[in-house]
T-cell receptor, first 113, second 114 residues
Framework: GNSVTQMEGPVTLSEEAFLTINCTYT??????LFWYVQYPGEGLQLLLK?????DKGSNKGFEATYRKETTSFHLEKGSVQVSDSAVYFC????????????FGTGTSLTVIP | NAGVMQNPRHLVRRRGQEARLRCSPM?????VYWYRQLPEEGLKFMVY????????ESGMPKERFSAEFPKEGPSILRIQQVVRGDSAAYFC????????????FGPGTRLTVL
């Protein structure tokens, strides 16, 4: 079946530190992979995505590379800011098993000045 | 271009009452998905609808929960005879078509059952 396993939090970093949030997946077909961000009290916003192996998604300084050999899609940012404090969700969609998204449990990030 | 809209944003119900959650998809989107987020957990798929049709309800509890997406108007998620365990955030997402691989999420409805 399809599932996403995400690094547990919470994660606390100082401003300008390097961020990595690990995400691995299992899928029966050929999934697309996503990172969504949820700010306090708000819905999920698409942060970046990758639709095939070796694709790199990037947005707002965040990057993630679709690694089929390790079934991973780790999120990275070179220098975090206080405004990056949020919950980050890794997700996959697999058209061969329908259109639903499968989400990880989320990783809470707090960036302190 | 307005995003996905959900209302109400917050809903309080007593046990045994009914809860109705509404979702208006993005303009041009005809596919709607409902997800539930329990405290400290990720989102879990509930149901996928297209206009006037339920496509996949494999994540929907068998009793008390129903969903519709009429030809006119928003999609409705209805929970009858709510219990405390129904307290959660309910998110709606929409996509342009069946094969579009990006879903856009609304701000959610936070349901509290007293």
């Amino acid at each position: 079946g399809n599932s996403v396993t995400q690094m547990e939090g919470p994660v606390t970093l100082s401003e300008e530190a390097f961020l990595t949030i690990n995400c691995t997946y299992t899928a029966t077909g050929y999934p697309s992979l996503f990172w969504y961000v949820q700010y306090p009290g708000e819905g999920l916003q698409l942060l970046l995505k990758a639709t095939k192996a070796d694709d790199k998604g990037s947005n707002k300084g965040f990057e993630a590379t679709y690694r089929k050999e390790t079934t991973s899609f780790h999120l990275e940012k070179g220098s975090v800011q206080v405004s990056d404090s949020a919950v980050y969700f890794c997700a996959l969609s697999d058209r061969s098993t329908g259109n639903q998204f499968y989400f990880g449990t989320g990783t809470s990030l707090t960036v302190i000045p | 271009n307005a995003g996905v809209m959900q209302n109400p944003r917050h809903l309080v119900r007593r046990r045994g009452q009914e809860a109705r959650l509404r979702c208006s998809p993005m303009k041009g989107h005809s596919h709607v998905y409902w997800y539930r987020q329990l405290p400290e957990e990720g989102l879990k798929f509930m149901v996928y609808l297209q206009k006037e049709n339920i496509i996949d309800e494999s994540g929907m509890p068998k009793e008390r929960f129903s969903a519709e997406f009429p030809k006119e108007g928003p999609s409705i998620l209805r929970i009858q005879q709510v219990v405390r365990g129904d307290s959660a955030a309910y998110f709606c997402a929409s996509s342009r078509d069946r094969v579009a691989d990006t879903q856009y999420f609304g701000p959610g409805t936070r349901l509290t059952v007293l």
